[in-house]
């Protein structure tokens, strides 16, 4: 099916086939077993029924006995329909039989997943009260507000653009500069060849249809499942009506276009704003289309994803890491996707900032020189069986998974680890987090296993970094398109000789003719590859001319080919392409909810609790009282801070120095410094020193202040190292 | 006219008229002569012969005595024309005349300019080998190379990149954090309603013929002086006809459509590319439409610039800064023209970043705090005095610039100063820099002082920065077209009383209605506008209703209006905006260029002379030989300087010791390290520093290394301060 959308957001996924590659167990690390190296015909995660036999020390994710209790005939009822997929695909059942069973597999699984999140420990999160803080502060907002607004596009306020910020330059040092990447910044607006060669321009859509009269365009599954929704809940259904609509609603997700056109015209659906008849269904291609130049004729898009920019320059990025693999190259930009109907805030809009990287290897080596390094890193995996199963998501390290066979190979398991590293550095919940293996019918033909970090926020889990090996896909594809090989020659351990077409030679001919250049032409004859010697010697026969590099050839000067053994010594390979792929504003929303608080004194005082290192603004400077005494402290400390590259924010404006600590707070900066009377008589002249989370105050020696900051801002000490080294200070805080 | 991209570049220049706010002098820096405040009439750089009258104490950068004789000429040639156009204003001469004097003003410019170049002490820089230089080690390319690539549009390899990265963090360094900047991040895709308020869907255009078979496009301009060029240097044209040309010519650029039009037609002008006719001009608006959601309904372009989305966000930001004036707001981001014939390599091009600042300021006092820190700015300043008398620019501090009344305000001058900074900080040549004024007819109706910082480069002096007063005009602009108020309430230094219309209420009606709302409606009626006021007297007379704040209000509830005074203390203004606008592909075009070497003994050996504040790569890390004995210590080396976050380079590939550090030199690395027999025998293990530039090495202890190079890279310590604490290390360099 074509709806990209329905599937994995930030993993492409494009249903052309594609060979890919086998990988294979290689290195093995002391400590972990040595596996039988499994069967080719069973690798790959859509088949691991095979691997499933690897006895795991895992800890699993259960809730208390109790809830358990509540939850083991939902788990029963995906295991059983589990349980039928594996016979079905076993016994090579048609595939239609097969799709609809998983997508009953999948409701399974939903019930299951909203019974356990309504078990769960309530959770007092308040998305009305985190909104509010985010607009009232300037986080983000609609775009164009003072022209109605814009719906799927948002601009970033002050806090939410330094955040964003933060985040990226954190990635950038995680990611970019530790693992000694290449980075690119290519261009958005792409012409249509190269998105048709990715297979954007065919593949990337969703089914909509239109009102007539309006032109109101709804996407079809979403008008259909909303219609039921409004059938299932009225009176006057019948039970048999409703049966007959469960089964329909049951089967959505795997429909094709027509199938669900039927659905509309069956029941006869209007749109649900005007009561209006709608169109047929069509195609509507999610890529906005763009005529680069002046005449028109060279047709565009901005470009869906940043990845294919990096695919596009393999050649070059090949050459600048000196032929060899494996390297990574990563681009953080912007792209762009003309979403039918975006909805739920920052989580589907029309405009986003991605970040992703492209980790080049060899298709038959996929280990990772520093997966030790990472190897005993715990993770919540949910792996494709354990949904299948109707269980949990279990805690494990990545080691044991990569050995076990759960995670394809080690580069991309160190990229999971590495992923984890990175969202809980910034201050992702460790509790909300997972990983979720793709099904089957998730991925695309061509990735041979795909896992999405997912976070849990008020909307659900939702899919915040992609990391996928999408094998010889992209390459391949561009290869095809561009008709410019994109490989690398790796060498055989020993020269081989293959069967191939020489020229024959006519050197006097040739020297007569090209002078000076003749050993050029005599070089690019002994170049050929077999297929370029047999074309040549075809069209020689046929019209008796041949352009070489730019040199005319005739029959007279090849007068025939040979068919005879070269010794070879390379051999050309496409290399993998294992992808981590984050969507930054999903990110930064999960962020925004894991770090929203509420102070349990007082339920109008929020705040976000992010961690220093991303905090947009790193410390306040706030003078008790607008004494002119203070003037000179106050600034001068924020001078000092700011030739410190810190972000400072003064508020001298009236108001309690608890409401304003309130507001320092609000905007989630990490440290308050309050100068007072004892600034002033002191000497040494001493400042408060607040922490937002826990409140805690010390007093400490001014000039001690700005390189204290840098500190904590960077992570190089803890809170804790500063309440050790001064003496707390007790003020009572209030907002009166 | 028109044709904006004729004008500058990064100042847009929308010709629609606004008023515009008059500076004053209100603060005086000790030690600046205080100057008499002009009068109105006389201000704005557009007619300054008021103030040139005012001694500045500036030094000439003038040329050696036997070159200045060779310009003498033409410097008399500009000052004989700016004369004439200045008595023509004087005179009050048709704005038609002086129109044709400017421009034959420019055309004498331009020679003297040429002539100047000609005569300067001539620049070894070869563009050709830089550029090999560039395309070799993917600095950047073309988009797309393997699909053919694209004009106008570029991709930025690692080398690239990581430049403009680190030139974009030193920015906000420098701006935002500095100067406490506020910062958003706003949509690229723009609803048309916005950019009609701005002024760019009606006048952001070039003007445009096509050749009528093939579709290709010619911008006007070109087209015709393309083909005047050819005539004026073909044999058969009489020199009645020359005449006539040239007269034509120096018209060109303040021509509307329809003359250049009747040009194209009386001289049958075809199309260069296939002698084809062409049809009729066109007004081609550069902006890249596109349409937004499904329907195509929603039309809107790509920016052409970032500033409309601070302007919208004008309410918001100002919220932010709880009311108070001036506050700066930045943004850094793409934008998109899609110019008819891109050319000149980054120059221009069809998708690029800006870095642009919005300050908002009284348009009563456009004094800055901090002025008095950069007053003493030695600057290479252009002004339009000088350009209209044929002088070269002059040297002057920005304290006398701005009390001498050149530039126009303290803010204008604060940020042109600390433009200034930041570029030299980056590495621009200091010799090849100046801040060129713009000329009247050059500057939009509302800006009341325009410079730009240009650099020199091969493609003569370019626009990368551009620094306006843009007045009042762009939320002027955005109120009309929004409805919605972008001021700021000032208070008034007494209260003032004025006539005011007031409801006259019915208490028990509204309290019977409302019931504990009343208060709150109330409130709303005693806060009134006189305009809202008498607009509700009208309705309720006509229709017996109003509503206001969501209540219904009725003619019982408010029986009357009464006349009276009221005090009022605020008034509302709008406020003045400093744009200072920075074109970072150009100034990162100008960076290389001026940054550009080749070593004196060997033409082979070119690189770039990058400051380690801005180098892509801090530091390579080179092992002698590939003895394996090397190793450990390049290993443990590279991991502790990652560890700093400093990007290293390690090049273990075979080949000779100086032939790798000319590879590290072609990217521009500052320093490199080199493990050698001496590290591993040597206790403590030592190895060598070497600095680009000057090649100089020292050998010292390998555990000093990194924050050695930690502290180079952020400028804490120089070169000098490393030779003068260890031994000088001798080897000779050789690439052999």
């Known amino acids: 099916m074509t709806g990209v959308g329905r599937l994995g957001w930030l993993t492409r996924r494009l249903v052309s086939r594609s060979q890919y590659y086998l990988p294979e167990f290689k290195r093995v690390i002391a400590g972990y077993p ?21 006895q795991l020390q895992t800890t699993l994710l259960a809730m208390d006995p109790g809830v358990e209790k509540q939850l083991a005939p939902y788990r029963a009822r995906c295991k059983e329909q589990g349980d039928l997929v594996r016979q079905l695909k076993a016994d090579g059942a048609p595939e239609i039989d097969i799709k609809r069973e998983v997508q009953e597999l999948k409701n399974r699984k939903k019930e299951l997943e909203d019974m356990t999140l309504k078990l769960s420990p309530p959770d007092t999160f308040d998305r009305a009260k985190m909104n509010d803080l985010i607009k009232r502060r300037f986080f983000y907002d609609n775009s164009f507000a003072i022209y109605g607004g814009i719906t799927g596009q948002y601009d970033y306020g002050p806090m939410g653009c330094d955040l964003v910020d933060n985040m990226l330059a954190e990635w950038q040092k995680h990611f970019v500069i530790q693992e000694r990447m290449l980075k690119v910044n290519c261009s958005i ?13 065919d593949k990337f859509a969703d089914y909509m249809v239109k009102d007539v009269k309006t032109g109101e365009c709804f996407r079809l599954d979403h008008l259909i499942k909303q219609h039921f929704e409004k059938k299932l809940a009225d009176k006057k259904t019948t039970e048999e009506e409703k049966q007959a609509i469960d089964r329909k609603l049951t089967l959505l997700d795997g429909m094709t276009m027509d199938e669900m056109d039927k659905i509309v015209k069956e029941y006869d659906m209007k749109s649900p704003l005007t009561g209006n008849d709608l169109t047929d269904a069509v195609e509507f291609n999610l890529m906005f289309p763009i005529s680069i130049g002046p005449s028109g004729t060279l047709k565009g898009f901005l470009r869906p994803e940043t990845a294919q920019g990096i695919f596009v320059n393999f050649k070059r990025l090949l050459e600048y890491n000196q032929g060899k693999l494996p390297f990574a190259c990563a681009q953080i930009g912007n792209a762009y996707r003309n979403e039918i109907s975006p909805r739920s805030g920052l989580l589907r809009v029309r405009e986003f900032t991605m970040a992703e990287i492209e980790h080049f290897c060899d298709p038959d080596d996929k280990s990772h020189p520093k997966f030790s390094q990472v190897a005993d890193t715990e993770m919540t995996l949910y792996s494709a069986c354990a949904q299948m199963d109707g269980e949990p998501a279990k805690k494990i390290t990545i080691g044991e998974a990569v050995y076990g066979g759960l995670v394809a190979n080690e580069t991309l398991g160190y990229y999971m680890a590495r992923i984890q590293h990175y969202l809980l550095k910034i201050g992702i919940n460790p509790k909300k987090l997972r ?4 099904l089957s019918n998730e991925m695309a033909h061509y990735a041979c296993d795909c ?14 970094v992609g990391c996928a090996d999408r094998s010889a896909y992209d390459l391949s594809q561009h290869t ?20 191939g077409m020489v020229a024959v030679t006519d050197k006097g001919a040739i020297g007569k003719t090209f002078k000076k250049d003749a050993k050029a032409v005599q070089e690019a ?17 046929e ?13 007279a ?13 390379v051999e050309e390979i496409v290399p993998s392409v294992i992808e981590p792929s984050f969507g930054v504003g999903r990110v930064f929303y999960a962020l925004l909810e894991h770090s929203f608080r509420v102070r349990e004194n007082d339920d109008k005082r929020t705040f976000f609790s992010l961690p220093a290192l991303v905090a947009p603004i790193k410390v306040s400077v706030l003078p008790l009282s607008s004494n002119p005494e203070f003037l000179p402290f106050t600034t001068q400390l924020a001078d000092t801070l700011t030739e410190l590259n810190l972000h400072v924010r003064v508020d001298d404006s009236t108001g309690s120095i608890g409401r304003r600590y309130a507001r320092t707070d609000e905007i989630a900066i990490p440290f308050g410094v309050t100068v007072d009377f004892d600034t002033v008589n002191n000497n040494p002249h001493t400042v408060t020193l607040r922490e937002r989370d826990n409140t805690e105050q010390v007093r400490m020696p001014i000039e001690e202040i700005p390189l204290t900051i840098r500190k904590l801002a960077d992570g190089k000490i803890r809170w804790k190292d500063v309440t050790d080294k001064w003496p707390k200070f007790i003020a009572q805080e209030t907002t009166k």
């Open 543 to 555: 019209s008796g001319e041949y352009e070489l590099n730019g040199f005319k050839l005739t029959r």
């Open 451 to 464: 896992w999405d970090a997912e976070c849990l926020t008020s909307y659900g889990w939702i899919e915040c």
């Open 189 to 201: 607006l792409t012409p249509e060849t190269v998105l048709k060669a990715s297979g954007h321009v």
């Open 525 to 541: 004859l002994a170049a050929l590859s077999s297929e370029e010697a047999e074309k040549m010697d075809k069209t020689l026969t």
């Open 435 to 438: 990983f979720r293996q793709h």
């Open 34 to 54: 040595v596996l039988q190296k499994p069967k080719a015909e069973n690798w790959g995660s859509k088949k691991h029924k095979a691997k499933r036999t690897v």
């Open 480 to 499: 095809k398109g561009s008709s410019v090989k994109l490989c690398v020659e790796r060498p055989l351990k020993e020269p081989e000789l293959v069967d």
């Open 557 to 569: 000067m090849i007068p025939s080919f040979k068919r005879e053994q070269k010794k070879v010594h």
